[in-house]
C-alpha cells in the first residue's frame, strides 16, 4: 500500500515555541492532504484540508494563524503550530488522498506526539 | 466535527471469538471506512464499503452498510490477540472528500 510518512514522531517544546510537523508520501502524489488530531482515548478530529498549490481550508474552531499549513508539493504538507501551549499537547496524524488511486482511501502517517512543557 | 457514534466503546473477548462492532452516523454518504489503531500509532485502513453496497469481505473481516438505518457493523472472525487495537469507523459524506470518524471501539483479545 501507499506510504506515508511523519516527521519528528515525537516533540517536546517549550511553551512560547513554534514546531513544524512533515507530512510526506513516499511512493505517490498526494493531491490532498489531510491533518488530525487526536486526544488520548478519542477519535480523530480533522483539522485541516490542504490542496498543492493552495490554501488550506480549515474546520470549524480551528485557528488558522495558530496552526499553519503549507502544502507546497504534490509529496510535501507541514503542519507549523505556533507559539505552542500545554494545551496543544496531543497527537497529531496527517494522511493523504492518492491521486491516481482515486481519493476514497487516505493514507495515514504514523502520527507525531507532541508534548508543550 | 465527528460524524458517528461507535458501540461499544470497548469490548473484551477470548481468543477465537467473533468480535462486532456497530457505528451510526447522520447523513448522507459517499462511503463508509474503517480503521484499526494500534495504542499510539497511527491508523489503518481496514476495508471501504461504498453506499450502494450492503455487505463486503476482507479475509476475517466482514462489514455490513444499512443505509436506511445509517448505521454500518464490523465483524472479525475468529480474533486472535493480535487484533487488539481500536477500531474507527468513518465516512465520506456525499459531495464531500474528507472523512469524519466515529469515536472508535476498543477491542482487547485475550489469549
Known amino acids: 500500500g501507499a506510504v506515508v510518512s511523519q516527521h519528528p514522531s515525537r516533540v517536546i517544546c517549550k511553551s512560547g515555541t513554534s514546531v513544524k510537523i512533515e507530512c510526506r508520501s513516499l511512493d505517490f502524489q498526494a493531491t490532498t492532504m489531510f491533518w488530525y488530531r487526536q486526544f488520548p482515548k478519542k477519535s480523530l478530529m480533522l483539522m485541516a484540508t490542504?490542496?498543492?498549490?493552495?490554501?488550506?481550508?480549515?474546520e470549524q474552531g480551528v485557528e488558522k494563524d495558530k496552526f499553519l499549513i503549507n502544502h507546497a508539493s504534490l509529496t510535501l504538507s507541514t503542519l507549523t503550530v505556533t507559539s505552542a501551549h500545554p494545551e496543544d499537547s496531543s497527537f497529531y496524524i496527517c494522511?493523504?488522498?492518492?491521486?491516481?488511486?482515486?481519493?476514497?482511501?487516505?493514507?495515514f502517517g504514523p502520527g507525531t506526539r507532541l508534548t508543550v512543557l | 466535527s465527528q460524524q458517528g457514534e461507535e458501540d461499544p466503546q470497548a469490548l473484551s473477548i477470548q481468543e477465537g471469538e467473533n468480535a462486532t462492532m456497530n457505528c451510526s452516523y447522520k447523513t448522507s454518504i459517499n462511503n463508509l471506512q474503517w480503521y484499526r489503531q494500534n495504542s499510539g500509532r497511527g491508523l489503518v485502513h481496514l476495508i471501504l464499503?461504498?453506499?450502494?453496497?450492503r455487505e463486503k469481505h476482507s479475509g476475517r473481516l466482514r462489514v455490513t452498510l444499512d443505509t436506511s438505518k445509517k448505521s454500518s457493523s464490523l465483524l472479525i472472525t475468529a480474533s486472535r490477540a493480535a487484533d487488539t487495537a481500536s477500531y474507527f469507523c468513518?465516512?465520506?459524506?456525499?459531495?464531500?472528500?474528507?472523512?469524519?470518524f466515529g469515536t472508535g471501539t476498543r477491542l482487547t483479545v485475550i489469549p
Open positions: 494522511s493523504a488522498g492518492a491521486r491516481e488511486r482515486g481519493t476514497d482511501t487516505q493514507y
Open positions: 490542504s490542496n498543492e498549490g493552495s490554501k488550506a481550508t480549515y
Open positions: 468513518a465516512t465520506v459524506r456525499t459531495g464531500a472528500n474528507n472523512l469524519f
Open positions: 464499503i461504498r453506499s450502494n453496497e
